[in-house]
């Protein structure tokens, strides 16, 4: 039988590739269902404008990836490899997708997003300092960056609030991407069961959320499809989606 650990490892394999889906979600096809969605950014780009799409979720991730790579160093938490690739990766993805958002954005919303980041650069300044000069030992660094962590993982999974409001109040789900969610839910799930192989909480609050977020969205997305105005360029995709598909 398959020891504890091996199984862990495996299932961080299994989340990093899924969370990996979860970052490239605004741009890829989801490849295990029978329908295509039109990919946000595709669609930015074909516009040239972020219409009402918001940059809110990718500017919390950026955050959220950053912090989770200092918890994962050895200085901080020793064995979380799998932490550190997985939210390396999606750093570089993420910053990739604000800058998009930026260059097709106009000037209030690029002096909002410029904002944000600056305030994220500054903190997460602070936070390295205040770890390394102030706690000494990892089980410490560990303890004082995980909650962190999980405040900010929280941030990322609650971030698509504002899109939910939205999805609610238009009763339309055209600026809430499918695969984000879908993603979103499926990363949480992943990692919940990750966290719980070898008990770690800071991973387990955070993710156990973002199970519920993903949930939410997902539910939201099945039941306000039909009565979404899509575009033209929407309806030749959206046509092929059937709830009972969902």
Not at 29 to 53: A, H, N, W
Not at 64 to 90: E, R
Not at 165 to 194: D, E, H, Q
Request: hydrophobic letters at 55%; aromatic letters at 14%; a positive charge.
């Amino acid at each position: 039988m398959l020891s504890t650990n091996v199984i862990r490892t495996i299932v961080g394999i299994i989340g990093n590739i899924i969370s990996l889906f979860l970052f490239l979600s605004p741009v890829c096809f989801c490849l295990f269902v029978c329908f295509t969605i039109s990919p946000t950014f595709i669609k930015i780009y074909k516009l040239k404008s972020v219409e009402e799409f918001k940059p809110d979720p990718y500017v919390a991730t950026i955050l959220n990836c950053a912090m989770w790579v200092f918890y994962g160093l050895p200085i901080v938490h020793p064995d979380s490899l799998l932490i550190i690739t997985i939210n390396g990766v999606g750093l570089v993805i993420e910053g990739v997708f604000v800058t998009i958002f930026f260059i097709f954005s106009n000037n209030k919303k690029r002096k909002r997003i410029c904002f944000y980041l600056l305030i994220e650069i500054i903190f997460m300044a602070a936070v390295v300092l205040i770890t390394l000069l102030v706690f000494q030992t990892t089980q410490k660094r560990s303890m004082f960056v995980g909650i962190l962590a999980i405040v900010f993982n929280i941030g990322m999974y609650t971030s698509p609030l504002t899109v939910m409001r939205m999805v609610i109040k238009t009763k339309s789900v055209k600026y809430m991407p499918f695969t984000l969610s879908l993603f979103n839910f499926l990363n949480g799930v992943v990692w919940v069961i990750y966290a719980l192989l070898k008990f770690d909480i800071n991973v387990l609050i955070p993710n156990g959320l973002g199970t519920l977020s993903g949930l939410v969205q997902l539910i939201l997305y099945a039941w306000f499809y039909r009565t979404t105005k899509w575009d033209e360029d929407d309806k030749a995709p959206a046509q092929q989606v059937q709830l009972s598909e969902i």
